[in-house]
């Protein structure tokens, strides 16, 4: 039931989401260009592109939610097979350690979200007319920041209790980090409705304000 709502959320995301906007902000003393207009539009929607539709699940929420739905997925159906039926080791590692990398990974979420992204909007939307908060308090978001630590919470108290082996301790952190690696990847590719001299005008962008480059220390 977990998986298949978190599969449905994500599809949602990519392929039917009509409007949603994201005006960048970022902190004081930033030489990135805020404002910037970030549209996420479904793929099946009028006017939407796969690029569109993909910066609709391209945030670290939507992607570890989306590896969340599988790992459940997986932790559902291996057991079914049986301890006898010959399930793919390979299978079975890959979602002990998919599990290790989501179980942390739910927390540090939800507590960013509530503690850092939450108060920012607020602040944000007060003092630059945006509306950022929009972004944070529909239904998909709010499942996407929230239901996962309580569907790992249920899993490690009262179903499955799935092991986390502290050998693989560093799956979490790699998974971070790459996840690092690929925003700086995307930092000009937000802003596939304009032209290129328009998107050259605005620069680099991120939709997370700590992934700003340009303060050094500070994030």
Avoid at 29 to 48: D, H, M, N, S, V
């Amino acid at each position: 039931l977990f998986s298949a709502i978190v599969f449905a959320d994500v599809f949602r995301a990519f392929a039917l989401v009509v409007f949603l906007d994201h005006t960048t902000t970022y902190y004081p003393g930033t030489l990135l260009k805020a404002g910037a207009p970030i549209e996420y539009r479904g793929i099946l929607t009028k006017g939407g592109t796969f690029h569109s539709g993909f910066l609709g699940v391209a945030s670290f929420t939507m992607i570890t939610w989306f590896t969340e739905g599988v790992v459940f997925f997986l932790a559902a159906i291996l057991p079914l097979l049986g301890p006898d039926s010959g399930a793919p080791q390979f299978l079975v590692q890959a979602t002990l350690i998919g599990w290790e990398i989501v179980a942390p990974t739910a927390f540090l979420i939800s507590l960013i979200v509530t503690y850092v992204l939450w108060p920012f909007a607020i602040q944000g939307d007060a003092e630059h007319g945006t509306n950022n908060v929009g972004l944070l308090d529909r239904m998909g978001p709010l499942l996407a920041h929230n239901m996962n630590v309580l569907a790992v919470t249920t899993e490690l108290t009262i179903l499955g209790g799935l092991p986390i082996q502290f050998d693989n301790f560093a799956m979490a952190p790699l998974y971070g980090c790459a996840y690092v690696v690929f925003l700086w990847s995307m930092k000009n590719q937000w802003l596939p409705q304009l032209s290129p001299e328009k998107r050259e005008a605005w620069g680099p962008q991120f939709i997370y304000p700590f992934m700003d480059t340009t303060l050094g220390w500070k994030t």
